[in-house]
């Protein structure tokens, strides 16, 4: 059987004529479209370490059949920096070490831009820590994590802020 | 958050700025960020196949059919491999290949030893098709009934515990030290099995080229991987290349091989292509190891000063049917607490499941998870404050040696963790302290302790015309950072700036590394890359004190000193050269040096060497449910001296947060019935998860060395689990009253005791 789906990943445009209708969305980026950067750690929805963004909502993509998303819109972890520029949540999880493996990361930072997006946290570490909460890390970069959040989300606040002289610096 | 500190002033680090000591970002960051990083199973060689195991869903019996022809009528099938027609291997999967090697099952025959055994490899073009074949398999068995628990397994005389540890140790009179006692207490504890679980599965991507085999596989000992591996598909050694650039986490389970890799790469053989095996989060639940779950007791006796007569610790530790691994849980008494008879013993106990295997502080943790509580019980007997309790016990030297230690900074680690918890103002008794909220609070302390090995490792350092340095050891990064911490550990003793290094690792075909364990890594292959620069800078030295046309001429018996990239005279730092600049004048393209590690063994043998921790906990408990929840952590530790406190810092949270686990959230459950672990997923086998870790306090207590090896480097990745689970059992104790024996601490435990 072949199923025809197109999708925009990373803003690139890609028509992909499926093998197989089993296919998740993980499984689609890691082993046909080379985009490995996105984790597989259970398969199950249970660890959050397939996030991506789709249509700019994170989602498991581990549990997202690539069938059902004709015309989708999808971030991962290898679109996120412009060029050489680092997202600020990247350049926040390098600064505060909220990594040590770096297995969970991809799926933590994209779980961190959407969770910022739906501004739900505001800047209280408790619930940034909650709605953080799908992403498990055995490595136990927590502290960093929570940090990495907050300073990222200031860093997107001020960007957005209407330039007002001086004190946008 | 207490300043960064550290423990080393060597003069020319200070004069000329070293990167070692300073809280460095890791070095593959940007890779790790960006997604860029590549872990084993994101490589994809050309005309790659997907395997998939079957796992045996009985614990112990026999296969009796596997619908073979079902699975092969399946699109994309390629192979099904069986004990049927697998190829032959060169080493039996039931000896123990030297030196750490344990008994695999790779298809050897039809018998089920464990849940979750390979019984079958299903390889087709694509990972749908693959796992469609091994689900139509449908095996059938001849079941027997399995042994799950202590009232049905076996139990046997273990010759040794751990990897090679003595079974039972003696110190002093321990009947003696009873009866002198005015005071016993007595208790049992149980600790449940855990499962590693790296976020990372298990993985190989294998490629065979005639007989060389390339390996990409998430590896902690890579050079010893790679002679076993040979073993097992006989070829030559240096035919085998394992790539392990990036580890998504270890904690012990990727130090050992294990049977589904080796079917991995036996499934390319067979086929005659490149194959990716992964294994499915359940089935980490038995090939792979975890931590054997212990049946402890402690008795503890006490003189009328709170001072310990008698230490006597002994553990059941469960493991396979077929191999041996009992969790060296006692051992942790004889590290600690002075007492004049110490006694310590373990007993095997056979029962069908996976091997269970080295997992973050091996012994240490069980151990201590049981100890710190004991302790803590006794004080609270003698009407002591558990810290004053620990002060008065306090081993100057190896309590069952009487040698001295390397060094030990245990008193200032108790003096600042208390200090910063706020220690001093706990009540002596339980149950007394509440929040505003109406919640009971409760604080409880333990010790931390982990041994600080030195493993032999090789290195190999370049100095190149331009000034600049490649050093090269075959090490392991699986998240402590070693990418970093050695590269500046190279760039220290070379005197290069750290970006004017560039560091080669992660593979086997480098200078041997060795293996990444037993908190160990950066004090071994750190050691030899230091050597290796420091063997660079001799020879360059030699080059520039030997030459008329070099400022430095004849400074030999002055010396020089590195930094910078220039080597300076020794007394007047006005005379000095670059590197680049001697070798040019001696017309060398480069210099090559090396470097080894390894204990010394007459300070191994003089003194006792361990690192050491003290960590205090807050817990509240709500009175309505009993449900817990940590609300404070602080722990302070000394490990000698610190490379790079900021990742220093993140291995002392991440093994708090195990303790965390270990106390509050991790076991995994088997059905009496039929032996399947019965939360074989990240779901329902509870590790923490953020909202689960309170903002944590780690504080680096200076601590000087000048024994456990010249870089004075003990180790840190495993010692933060061990103290923490007691601290917060203790803090449970103390905030309800109730002291429960068994993890995790659950509120059902709680509310029945209520
Ligand atoms: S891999 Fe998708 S949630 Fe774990
Ligand atoms: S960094 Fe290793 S799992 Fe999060």
């Known amino acids: 059987m072949s199923l025809s789906i197109s999708l925009a990943i990373n803003g690139r445009k890609h028509d992909v004529a499926l093998d197989d209708p089993r296919v998740t969305l993980l499984d689609l980026l890691r082993e046909r479209l080379d985009l490995p950067g996105t984790k597989k750690g259970c398969d199950r929805g249970q660890c959050g370490a397939c996030t991506v963004l789709i ?29 050489e520029d680092l997202h600020p949540v990247q350049a926040a999880f390098i600064e505060h070490d909220a990594f040590q493996c770096g297995y969970c990361t991809p799926g933590q930072i994209m779980s961190a831009v959407g969770l910022i997006k739906e501004g739900m946290a505001g800047d209280d570490p408790e619930r940034v820590r909650e709605l953080m909460s799908g992403n498990i890390c055995r490595c136990g970069a927590y502290q960093g994590i929570t940090e990495a959040v907050l300073e990222a989300q200031r860093k997107l606040a001020d960007r957005e802020k209407p330039a007002t002289g001086k004190d946008a610096a | 958050m207490s300043p960064d500190t550290q423990s080393t002033t060597i003069p020319r680090h200070v004069r000329h700025g070293s990167n070692a000591g300073q809280p460095v970002s890791r070095r593959d960051g940007v890779l790790k960020v960006t997604g860029a990083a590549t872990y084993a199973a994101d490589n994809h060689p050309e005309g790659m196949l997907h395997a998939v195991i079957v796992p045996s869903t009985i614990a112990r019996g026999r296969v009796r059919s596997l619908d073979v022809s079902a699975a092969k009528a399946h699109p994309g099938i390629v192979e099904v491999i069986t004990p049927e027609n697998r190829i032959p291997l060169h080493f039996d999967p039931n000896d123990k290949m030297p030196p750490f090697g344990f008994r695999v099952e790779v298809l050897q025959d039809d018998s089920v030893r464990y849940v ?27 079941e027997e009934l399995p042994r799950t628990d202590l009232d049905n397994g076996e139990r046997y005389d273990a010759e040794a515990v751990g990897v090679g540890a003595p079974a039972v140790t003696t110190a002093g009179d321990i009947d003696a030290g009873f009866a002198a006692a005015t005071r016993v207490t007595e208790a049992e504890y149980y600790t449940p099995p855990q499962y590693h679980n790296a976020m990372e599965p298990h993985a190989v991507v294998a490629e065979w080229n005639g007989d060389h085999l390339t390996l990409d596989m998430p590896n ?86 709170g001072k310990l007569t008698a230490l006597h610790h002994t553990s059941i530790g469960a493991t396979s049917s077929f191999d041996d691994f009992v969790e060296p849980a006692a051992n942790t008494s004889l590290m600690l607490y002075a007492s004049p008879a110490i006694r310590a013993d373990h007993k095997g106990l056979r029962l069908d499941i996976g091997t269970p295997g080295p997992m973050r ?68 008794e339980p149950g007394t302290m509440r929040d505003e909220n109406g919640f009971l609070v409760g604080w409880g302390m333990g010790t931390a302790v982990f041994p600080c090995p030195q493993f032999p490792a090789e290195a190999r350092a370049t100095l190149r015309a331009d000034g600049t340095a490649l050093v090269e050891t075959g090490g392991v990064d699986m998240g402590q950072g070693a990418w970093t911490a050695l590269a500046q550990l190279a760039a220290e003793a070379l005197g290069l700036d750290l970006d004017q290094v560039e560091f080669h690792s992660g593979r086997s075909d480098l200078p041997d590394g060795g293996v990444a364990g037993g908190s160990g890594h950066t004090a071994s292959a750190g050691q030899a890359l230091s050597n290796a620069g420091s063997d660079v800078i001799a ?122 686990s270990f106390a509050l959230q991790e076991e995994a459950l088997a059905d009496r019935r039929t032996g399947r672990i019965m939360n074989a997923d990240l779901a329902e086998y509870h590790v923490p998860v953020n909202a689960d870790v309170p903002e944590m306090e780690a504080i680096l207590v200076p601590e000087v060395d000048p024994h456990v090896s010249p870089l004075g480097i003990k180790g840190v990745g495993e010692i933060g689990v061990t103290g923490t689970v007691g601290a917060i059992a203790n803090a449970v104790w103390h905030a309800t009253g109730i002291r429960v024996r068994k993890y995790p601490i659950r509120l059902e435990d709680l509310l029945a005791r209520r």
């Not at chain 2, 007997?381 to 030990?408: H, I, W």
């Open chain 2, 220 to 305: 902690q000992a890579l050079r010893m991987s790679a002679a076993s591996y040979a073993q097992y598909f006989g070829i030559p050694v240096e035919n085998v290349l394992i790539r392990s650039p990036f580890l998504g986490g270890g904690f012990g389970s990727k130090a050992i091989l294990n049977g589904p890799q080796i079917l991995g790469i036996l499934a390319a053989r067979q086929v005659g292509r490149p194959v990716k095996l992964v294994l499915t989060r359940a089935q980490m639940y038995g090939p792979v190891g975890h931590r054997g779950r212990t049946w402890q007791k402690l008795r503890l006796g006490t003189d009328a000063e």
């Open chain 2, 361 to 428: 502080a091996p012994g240490e943790a069980s151990g201590s998870a049981a100890l710190e509580v004991a302790i803590d019980e006794a004080a609270q007997a003698c009407g002591m404050d558990p810290l004053a309790f620990r002060l008065a016990n306090y081993a100057e030297t190896e309590p069952t040696s009487g040698r001295p230690y390397s060094s030990k900074a245990l008193r200032e680690c108790y003096e600042q963790g208390a200090a910063s918890f706020g220690w001093s103002n706990r009540p002596l």
């Open chain 2, 539 to 660: 020879q360059l030295s030699e080059i520039a004190v030997n030459d008329p046309d070099s400022p430095l001429f004849g400074a030999g018996n002055i010396g020089v000193v590195a930094g910078e990239g220039r080597l300076y005279r020794r007394d007047d730092e006005t005379r000095s050269e670059t590197y680049a600049e001697i070798l040019a004048r001696a017309g060398r393209a480069e210099l090559v040096g090396s470097g080894k590690s390894g204990r010394d063994p007459a300070s191994a043998d003089r003194f006792a060497m361990n690192s050491h921790g003290a960590v205090f906990a807050e817990v509240k408990v709500d009175p309505a449910l009993m449900q817990v929840k940590v609300t404070r952590l602080v722990g302070a530790f000394a490990a000698g001296r610190v490379i790079n406190p900021k990742l220093v810092r993140s291995q002392y949270y991440g093994g708090m947060i195990w303790g965390i």
């Open chain 2, 116 to 142: 979750n055994q390979p019984i079958a490899v299903v390889v087709a073009e694509t990972l749908e098709a693959a796992t469609e074949g091994a689900r139509l398999l449908a095996p059938r068995y001849e």
């Open chain 1, 55 to 83: 249509d700019g909502r994170r989602i498991n993509s581990c549990l997202t059949l690539a069938a059902s998303l004709d015309g989708a819109e999808i971030t991962t972890i290898e679109g996120l920096s412009d060029g």
